[in-house]
């Protein structure tokens, strides 16, 4: 059985570009949240779908958007990149969207 | 909205010794507090979760305790192995209305054969 699969799982760009971020939920799994993990730091939540519905939202600025497709995929879109969004991006399915997550291994990106 | 603080930063223990890490929490309406264990350079894994109207759970080595009064929760790990050291989060989030989950800081635990 699957888990939860992110790509790609290294990235690099430079300031004031666009990036895309994709993850597959466990088969199943209706529901997709994204994280950002600063190292040293616990993960900081970005934003949940579930049934293609954005359900929560993080203190992200407007940059950061998200979508979720009919088949429970995600993506999830930075634009205008900044130094400081250089981090882990972990995406996470679950059954309901709030109990018992399921973390991929997460997409690295780093901002020059 | 929520915050969460974890303690101790960082844990270091003798193999077979028992550890304890805190979290407290400031929304009174959250109430599904997950534990995640994420070792070196791979992906957080749940290792226990309890929901609000339980006060402890137990897994083999692993328990957690609530206490809703004090806002207040804790992992204990017994009989710890190399094999547990990693970092450990604590998560506070409710499970209706508006999803926000808030974890901690991390709490690095070093396992000492």
């Known amino acids: 059985d699957a888990g939860v699969t992110q790509s790609p799982t290294h990235l690099i760009k430079t300031r004031g570009q666009q990036v895309t971020l994709r993850c597959s939920p466990i088969s199943g799994h209706k529901s997709v949240s994204w994280y950002q993990q600063v190292l040293g730091q616990g993960p900081q939540f970005i934003f949940q779908?579930?049934?293609?519905?954005?359900?929560g939202r993080g203190n992200f600025p407007d940059r950061f958007s998200a979508r979720q497709f009919p088949n429970y995929s995600s993506e999830l879109n930075v634009n205008a990149l900044l130094l400081g969004d250089s981090a882990l991006y972990l995406c996470a399915s679950s059954w309901t969207g709030v109990e018992k997550l399921f973390f991929g291994s997460g997409t690295q990106l780093s901002v020059l | 909205g929520e915050n969460v603080e974890q303690h101790p930063s960082t844990l270091s223990v003798q193999e077979g010794d028992s550890a304890v890490i805190k979290c407290t929490y400031s929304d009174s309406a959250s109430n599904y507090f997950p534990w995640y264990k994420q070792e070196l350079g791979k992906r957080p894994q749940l290792i226990i979760d309890?929901?609000?109207?339980?006060g402890e759970k137990k897994d083999q080595r692993i328990a957690v305790t609530l206490n809703k009064t004090a806002k207040h929760f804790s992992l204990h790990i017994t009989e710890t192995q190399p094999e547990d050291s990693a970092v450990y989060f604590c998560?506070?989030?409710?499970?209706?209305?508006?999803?926000?989950?808030?974890f901690g800081r991390g709490t690095s635990l070093i396992v000492h054969p």
């Open positions: 309890i929901r609000s109207n339980v």
């Open positions: 998560a506070a989030s409710r499970t209706g209305g508006s999803y926000i989950p808030t």
């Open positions: 779908y579930y049934e293609k519905e954005e359900r």
